[in-house]
């Protein structure tokens, strides 16, 4: 996108929000960087160079705007569709990978040397990975200073950085002020803004439109209890985080998504807001996914009436494998109940002060040791269970936003008791694959038969070629058609 100067020149003249994050407007007389959004008066063309990635304009020498603040911008979409190396390597870079285990360890878990993915992301992102994990310190540091009293020594180590000197002249390099000048700014705009000790409080931005009632409602209809739960408008759910565990509260608002984080140790903040943005999927192009799904007209009313579904994600990979299990032909509250007993047994207690959650879901290693005898399901699904726990253990199965999406699937489809509906419904809502389709879904036949599509699998699949390649979105569509709980926000 950022190649196409004369597209660029148009949407930053038009100040359209869509292309936020997609690529940044650097503006040549100014040394500043922008989102194509900004309210500003927009420089001439001839004043404007487009970068891939906020890291790129940082490294050419570009500091972020004050208006727009491009830093915060949604993330690009474009790491939602794509499964190659680049693109998985964004997805971990994001999640906090480099600052948690290096360059080495990104290009271990990718399978390729250092400078293989120095260079496929220096050519595509103009920026290395060092670069893009410090663009995002930068952005999670100015979080800390404007949302939280922390002493900046503090936020300086939190951030990522190595040393106080570091934090210092990142920020004023990237935001052209000092720490302190951000803190009495943010004071100055938000005088009465309340403070909780040890709670975050933040915007997460996405693209609109964005209709929340099946992104919600979904996770609250099949939340489990003690570690997810429904109060105040907010849901809320426990986190299994690198250097402790954490509670978030998200609830859903005109223009973001309101989050109020509370972690054990705030250097997992990153990690946090990086899991909380992948389950909502708020990085997606709803615009760009309608778009498709109109282009059936089956589809188009059912688009028209509620533009801007999402994909209700998880949080952690493995947990959603899990209870897909635990889900297999039984209802959504027997599920839950499954869950619950798995989690009062075998989960790690927490204390909520605010609420009802009591326990981090159990990990692989906790659960990998599990007694058949303990588990109230059949036979064949206790084994389905054992075996799917013990591979994510040992680590011969790999599940998360970094997974191969087809190597996943493959080794999924090993496993016994996985039939097609388990290994797609973990594509679409634990790997993030935009195309996972699930034409045996009960829901989807039903949708299907209701709307005059095909409601056999198989032609069902060959009447959704056309939606490619955002079929797990046209999943939510037709699973909205029914009255089920997860399509609706809880009262």
């Not at 106080?164 to 720490?179: C, G, H, K, S, Y």
């Not at 990979?317 to 075998?346: I, K, P, Y």
């Amino acid at each position: 996108m950022h190649t196409d100067t004369e597209r660029c020149v148009r949407a930053v003249r038009s100040k359209d929000a869509r292309f936020d994050g997609v690529f940044f407007t650097a503006v040549l007389t100014t040394r500043i960087y922008c989102r194509p959004s900004c309210p500003v008066v927009p420089p001439k063309a001839e004043n404007m160079v487009f970068h891939p990635s906020a890291a790129s304009c940082q490294r050419a020498g570009f500091r972020a705007c004050k208006r727009c603040r491009p830093d915060t911008s949604p993330g690009s979409p474009e790491w939602n569709v794509r499964a190659d190396a680049v693109a998985r390597a964004m997805r971990l870079i994001q999640d906090g990978v480099v600052d948690r285990e290096g360059v080495p360890g990104l290009a271990a878990r990718l399978g390729y040397s250092t400078r293989q993915i120095e260079r496929q992301l220096l050519a595509e992102l103009g920026a290395g990975p060092l670069a893009l994990a410090r663009a995002q310190r930068a952005q999670t540091a100015r979080l800390l200073i404007e949302t939280t009293p922390m002493p900046m020594a503090e936020i300086a180590f939190a951030a990522g950085f190595a040393s106080i000197r570091t934090f210092n002249d990142t920020v004023r390099e990237v935001f052209a002020l000092a720490p302190g000048e951000l803190r009495a700014r943010a004071t100055r705009s938000r005088p009465t803004a309340p403070v909780t000790p040890g709670v975050i409080a933040l915007r997460l931005p996405h693209r609109a439109p964005l209709d929340p009632s099946n992104l919600f409602g979904h996770l609250a209809a099949t939340a489990v209890p003690g570690v997810e739960e429904w109060r105040d408008g907010a849901y809320r759910r426990t986190l299994a985080l690198p250097h402790g565990h954490g509670i978030v509260a998200l609830a859903p608002r005109p223009d973001h998504i309101a989050c109020r984080l509370s972690l054990t140790d705030p250097r997992d903040l990153t990690h946090a807001i990086s899991r909380c943005r992948w389950m909502l999927d708020l990085d997606a192009d709803p615009v760009a996914v309608d778009d498709q799904l109109r282009g059936d007209p089956l589809l188009a009313p059912l688009v028209d009436r509620a533009p801007g579904r999402r994909v209700p994600r998880t949080v952690d990979a493995a947990e959603f494998a899990v209870r897909a299990v635990l889900g297999q032909q039984v209802s959504t509250a027997a599920a839950r109940t499954h869950a619950a007993r798995l989690v009062a047994a075998h989960g790690v207690p927490v204390e909520d002060p605010e609420g009802g959650l009591t326990h981090l879901f159990p990990a692989p290693r906790a659960l990998a040791g599990l007694d058949p005898a303990s588990l109230a399901l059949p036979r064949s699904r206790r084994h389905t269970l054992l075996t799917l726990v013990e591979a994510l253990a040992d680590g011969s199965l790999h599940l998360g936003p970094a997974s191969d999406w087809e190597e996943a699937r493959a080794r999924l489809t090993a496993l016994p008791g996985f039939g097609p509906w388990t290994t797609e419904v973990i594509a679409m809502r634990a790997l993030g694959d935009p195309d996972a389709f699930l034409p045996g879904d009960l829901g989807v036949r039903r949708a299907a038969e209701r709307l005059g599509l095909p409601s056999t699998p198989g032609a069902l699949t060959a009447r959704a070629a056309r939606w490619r390649p955002w079929r797990a979105y046209a999943v939510q569509y037709l699973w909205a058609t029914d009255s089920h709980p997860v399509n609706h926000l809880p009262a």
